[in-house]
């Protein structure tokens, strides 16, 4: 059973405008969410994230917004650019709790277009 | 700049060869984890260890097994590679104590078994 959903497979956006990718999670033992881009022929990397307390979390172009009671998360690209092409992944771990570890569990994926 | 590091980047190999995906990080980092990728699909932990000489078994059964002799080193082995073994395996580590957990990723392995 798929605990975190991205089910947009691809999106694709003018250059200067905004991107929003969108992400839905099932598990409410979940606290922390995070989100990697990947390139083509490249390990994912990190890009931002959000605690359960927080509804937002910004950096620079990147906004990440978190919508406890809808289990819902998204993640704001303004302006895109074409760098910005890639797929990117949502993923999710519970808290801390005495010891235990931090495991992530991703969606499969959206793959953003930007075009020029 | 994240220094986790896979070898071989791409490997080709028949039915019933051993292979040992190598993976080494020079962040000094306690947690290593191998994940399985196939495309358009979720990444799937299939082992982590939190340091030397502890390993464990991820939520995605797997016929691979992994070592940490040492804190940098966190090899994959297939003892019978096998066609359904195809797919990118993706290296990462993380540092201890850390919240969330960043993990940091290599560039993968991607396998083909014919």
């Known amino acids: 059973d798929q605990q975190v959903k991205q089910n947009s497979p691809s999106l694709s956006v003018q250059e200067g405008r905004i991107s929003i990718l969108n992400c839905d999670y099932t598990?409410?033992?979940?606290?922390?969410f995070l989100w990697y881009k990947k390139y083509p022929a490249e390990g994912p990397t990190f890009l931002i994230s959000?605690?359960?307390?927080?509804d937002k979390n910004e950096d620079g172009r990147f906004t990440v917004f978190l919508n406890k009671s809808a289990k819902h998360l998204s993640l704001h690209i303004v302006p895109s650019q074409p760098g910005d092409s890639a797929v990117y992944f949502c993923a999710a771990s519970e808290g801390y709790s005495g010891g235990s570890n931090y495991k992530l569990t991703f969606g499969k994926g959206t793959l953003l277009t930007v075009n020029p | 700049e994240a220094d986790i590091y896979q070898t071989p980047r791409y490997l080709v190999i028949g039915t019933g060869k051993k292979i040992t995906l190598e993976c080494s990080q020079t962040m000094g980092h306690d947690k290593m984890y191998w994940y399985q990728q196939d495309p358009g699909m979720e990444l799937h932990l299939i082992h982590y260890?939190?340091?030397?000489?502890?390993?464990e078994k991820g939520d995605l059964s797997s016929e691979s097994t992994v070592s940490r002799i040492r804190t940098e080193h966190f090899p994959l082995t297939l003892e019978s590679a096998r066609p359904s073994h195809t797919s990118q395996y993706l290296c990462?580590?993380?540092?201890?104590?850390?919240?969330?957990?960043?993990?940091?990723f290599g560039p993968g392995t991607r396998l083909t078994v014919t």
């Open positions: 260890s939190y340091g030397v000489n502890s390993t």
């Open positions: 959000i605690s359960s307390i927080k």
């Open positions: 598990n409410s033992m979940f606290d922390y």
């Open positions: 990462a580590s993380s540092e201890w104590g850390t919240v969330p957990d960043e993990q940091y």
